[in-house]
Structure formats: structure tokens, C-alpha cells
């Protein structure tokens, strides 16, 4: 990009000429443009020299264009409302305007969050799109290549430290069995740690939150099948008398459900936060902007009125 001639140009002669053009007169050109009309007419003739022409010629109707003059009022029209998007703030709206945005997380914070989503912002009067696409190992690497526009992750301090974040809701932890099985409303650590568990690790070589709960207290729970879903995991537990610990997010699947029931867990298993995460050269993007806004609209919380 060769800049060296417009490195030499005041851009203010541009919005100045292109005002008096429109008034025709140097005095409207003035009150428009809250100058004296002394600076007006001074920056006119600094604009006429550096374009080497006349631009405006005086006539019995006021300033009349010269036919360069014509030719450069045309180009600024085109041009400076260009300029100016440049300078000011853009505003999204999502009922007129088309975007996709793609966004990822582990399945409970989607059983969380996105039947709110979906009641809020799938109506016709939204022109957005939401896809979700599957939790995976690499997803930080993908909101790094620009794959990703936000993911959803547990707040455990383990976030590349230049990657923007905030915390969106907290979870709790409560725990599901099969209506018949054993268990009584509440399981102390003690028979928790007695029960055989079916675990849900959402990654593969990562330890779950449960797990490392647990294992800050020298404890480690029996677990004879593990899988990445948890609603997969519910499915597995009618006839069994299997503990599975998930989210309260994920309440409702459970108490919907007639052949299960929900269990107190634990108190050692403590609350934790989940974040939205995206990439720092987003955090002005207005589209972004509006994306963050309603994720946190559609969180547990908010939906329920509480903050955090």
C-alpha cells in the first residue's frame, strides 16, 4: 500500500469542500460545520491547492462546481461515509442482520444453556445462526485458528493466560441413581465412596472436577464404566444401582425421568464455575459484543434471576 502522496493530505479539506459543495455557500458551510467562516474559507483555498483547481466558482445561485469539482464530490460521497464506519462504533442487529456463530462445550453446559437459547433466539425474528459443535480436545486450538467463535470451559485456572474469559454460571453437584436402587436422599462421602460409579469424562486423559475434588482429599472413587456423555450416562442407570454425579444444570433430565432419581451429593464435592471463552481480538467485534450478551441472557441464572 503506497501511502506517500495521502500521508501529505488533510482529510478535514475533504470534509470541508464536500459541505461546501452541498450548502453552496461558505456561510451555511460554516454553521454546519460549527467553524468561523474565515476558517472555512481559508480551508477552501488550502483544498483548492492541493487538488490545483478552482473546485467552486461563484455564480448568481452561489458556488457552482468546477467539473473537478463534480468528480471529487462524487468520489466523497462513496468515500467518507466509508471513512466514517471506519471511526464509528458498528451495531449488530441480529433481526436484519445474517451471522453464524460456532461455539462449543461439553454436553451438560449445552443441556444447560441451550434450552434457553433455543426458546429465546430461534424464532423467525432472528437472523442468526448457533452451531455447536462437538467438545473436543484441540477446542482451544481452534479459538486460536479462528475455528471457534466461544467455547464453554471449567474454571480451573488451566486457560492459556492471553485467551479473554468470564464466568458465566456456577454449578453444583448432585448426583442420579435408578428410582429402585438402594440409596437413600443423601450419600455421605463415606458411602459414596463405597458405591461403583459410572463416570463421565468429557475428554480423554483429562481427570473430571469429581475426581480431582476427591483426590485433593487422598480419596478415589470405584468407577467400572466410563464415557464422554452424560446423556448417555442417564440412560445407563435404570437397573443398576450405578451413582452417576453430574451437573445440577442437568437437573430436570433426571426428575422428568420416571425410572430415575436425584441423590444429595457429597458436601467435599464443591461448586465450580464454568466460563465463556473466546479470543482477545474479538472482544470489540460487535457481532461478538452481541454473542457474549446473550449467552449470558440464556445462562442458568439468568433464566432463574439470580446472579452470580
Not at 437437573?251 to 420416571?258: A, C, H, K, P, T
Request: proline content about 5%.
Amino acid at each position: 500500500m503506497r501511502l506517500e502522496k495521502l500521508r501529505q493530505v488533510d482529510l478535514n479539506l475533504l470534509i470541508i469542500f464536500a459541505v461546501i459543495a452541498e450548502e453552496k455557500s461558505a456561510t451555511k458551510a460554516s454553521a454546519r460545520l460549527l467553524l468561523s467562516q474565515p476558517a472555512v474559507s481559508r480551508a477552501l483555498q488550502r483544498a483548492r491547492s492541493m487538488f490545483q483547481d478552482e473546485l467552486v466558482i461563484r455564480s448568481s445561485s452561489g458556488f457552482e462546481l468546477t467539473l473537478r469539482g463534480r468528480k471529487i464530490l462524487q468520489e466523497l460521497e462513496q468515500l467518507l461515509p466509508k471513512i466514517e464506519g471506519l471511526v464509528v462504533p458498528s451495531v449488530f442487529d441480529p433481526k436484519r442482520e445474517r451471522s453464524n456463530f460456532r461455539i462449543s462445550g461439553p454436553d451438560n453446559v449445552c443441556i444447560a444453556l441451550l434450552p434457553h437459547l433455543c426458546r429465546r433466539y430461534t424464532t423467525q425474528h432472528y437472523q442468526v445462526n448457533f452451531d455447536f459443535l462437538p467438545w473436543q480436545a484441540d477446542a482451544v486450538d481452534m479459538l486460536e485458528r479462528g475455528k471457534l467463535d466461544l467455547i464453554f470451559q471449567v474454571d480451573d485456572g488451566l486457560l492459556p493466560s492471553h485467551f479473554s474469559s468470564e464466568r458465566l454460571y456456577r454449578e453444583d453437584w448432585i448426583c442420579a441413581v435408578a428410582r429402585q436402587s438402594k440409596f437413600g436422599d443423601r450419600l455421605t462421602l463415606k458411602q459414596y465412596l463405597a458405591a461403583e460409579h459410572l463416570t463421565v469424562t468429557t475428554l480423554p486423559s483429562v481427570q473430571n472436577i469429581p475426581d480431582k475434588q476427591l483426590a485433593a482429599l487422598g480419596a478415589k472413587r470405584r468407577s467400572s464404566v466410563r464415557m464422554p456423555y452424560f446423556g448417555a450416562a442417564l440412560s445407563c442407570l435404570p437397573g443398576t444401582e450405578l451413582v452417576l454425579t453430574l451437573t445440577n444444570g442437568m437437573r430436570q433430565m433426571v426428575e422428568r425421568n420416571s425410572t430415575l432419581r436425584l441423590v444429595k451429593a457429597p458436601q467435599e464435592l464443591r461448586p465450580f464455575h464454568f466460563l465463556m471463552v473466546w479470543h482477545p481480538r474479538l472482544t470489540t467485534d460487535a457481532r461478538h459484543t452481541w454473542l457474549r450478551e446473550a449467552m449470558r441472557q440464556v445462562s442458568p441464572q439468568e433464566a432463574s434471576g439470580q446472579r452470580l
